[in-house]
């Protein structure tokens, strides 16, 4: 393995930021940077050889600065939607920053993915680098000074391996994920609603018309959302039912049958490249969003312009509010209690 250490540009406050590009013996790479501990470049072959980015973004670490699309991102300290941007902890009403309708998406405006982080380890014979981010107490409104490590891992099978590691000082809730669009056939090669999808869940939660679920679980049998057997998108995706048309597509968490790392919870396959990418998780959900929004005329890698669906994203998680729907899984962690958590994306092609 070799990793190339390089500077990205400079933040806000004049901070440097920097690239490390993982290469393994096949010339497939990973990049990422400390800035939001972002995920930059994914470069793996087709069937034919032929290698390519697969991963939506942007060229310049300034263009990072906004991301609203959170390409690449790191979300945290919670991923996805709050009810009424609070929760009760301990007693306590926590309310935290209100920045979708009524709801808390991302954790708010300050999300981790705008953030420096400081460089733990690089460890080039082993292909990883490790960032850590300190997040104060009261930080997003949540209690606990809280020490966040996301460790990125490429391995000669060009698997890209995210570990997150974090513990408060306080009871808190821990629930990162990342945000990172794929597209198979090449960052730039247009819609990717005809990739072929398989997803090993029965059932998925269901949400009102502002993605916010209350606690229903719906078998996904004889409904768009039944990818046990392996389909494409694109007809989903403009369905009338109300879990589909009021996100404009599919922006959904998958309630998986048995996350594990010793077999994959999803598979997607280029329609057109052949490149296949295999999704391990030790996280309960998965949350699959067709990039319904993607764009808004915003200057992407290579001078491409990025539409809605070009990118797909799936995003392992505590499901949804699940902090305020106590049936589900919880990602409150106590005081001194270490969250540890790990996703593997697969390369590969046939």
């Known amino acids: 393995m070799k ?41 793996v072959p087709d069937k034919d050889g032929n290698f390519a980015d697969v991963l939506l973004g942007y060229d310049k670490l300034e263009d990072y600065f906004e991301n609203p ?44 993915f705008y953030r420096l982080y400081d460089e733990v380890a690089v460890n080039e014979a082993e292909g990883f680098v490790t960032f850590r981010l300190l997040s104060p107490d009261g930080d997003q409104n949540l209690p606990g000074n809280l020490t966040f ?4 891992k490429f391995t000669e099978d060009n698997e890209v391996v995210i570990n997150y590691k974090a513990v408060s000082d306080k009871d808190t809730i821990i629930n990162p994920t990342n945000h990172s669009y794929f597209n198979l056939n090449g960052h730039n090669s247009g819609c990717a609603l005809d990739h072929i999808i398989w997803v090993d869940a029965d059932k998925f939660t269901v949400a009102d018309e502002h993605a916010i679920p209350h606690g229903e679980e719906r078998d996904v049998t004889g409904t768009v959302f039944d990818f046990r057997t392996p389909k494409s998108a694109r007809e989903g995706n403009k369905s009338t039912d109300m879990q589909i048309a009021s996100a404009s597509g599919y922006d959904r968490n998958f309630v998986l049958n048995n996350p594990t790392l010793d077999k994959p919870i999803a598979r997607i396959e280029g329609d057109k490249s052949g490149r296949v990418m295999e999704i391990f998780t030790t996280l309960p959900g998965l949350q699959f969003y067709a990039g319904n929004f993607i764009g808004l005329n915003e200057v992407s890698k290579d001078g491409y312009i990025y539409k809605g669906n070009d990118g797909l994203a799936f995003e392992s998680q505590y499901a949804p509010n699940a902090v305020n729907l ?15 958590s790990t996703t593997i994306y697969k390369f590969s092609a046939k």
């Open 3 to 43: 990793i190339t250490k390089s500077e990205f540009g400079k933040t806000k406050d004049g901070k440097v930021a920097y690239l490390y590009e993982i290469t393994n013996s096949k010339n497939a790479k990973l990049t990422v940077t400390n800035y939001g501990a972002i995920m930059v470049n994914i470069i």
């Open 69 to 112: 699309s959170a390409h690449g991102a790191v979300v945290g300290r919670n991923a996805n939607r709050i009810e009424k941007a609070q929760f009760v902890l301990n007693g306590e009403v926590i309310k935290m920053e209100v920045n979708d309708n009524d709801n808390n998406l991302h954790s708010g405006s300050n999300s981790y």
């Open 149 to 152: 490590d996301v460790t990125y």
């Open 326 to 340: 106590p049936q589900f899984p919880q990602p409150f962690y106590k005081a001194g209690e270490e969250y540890n």
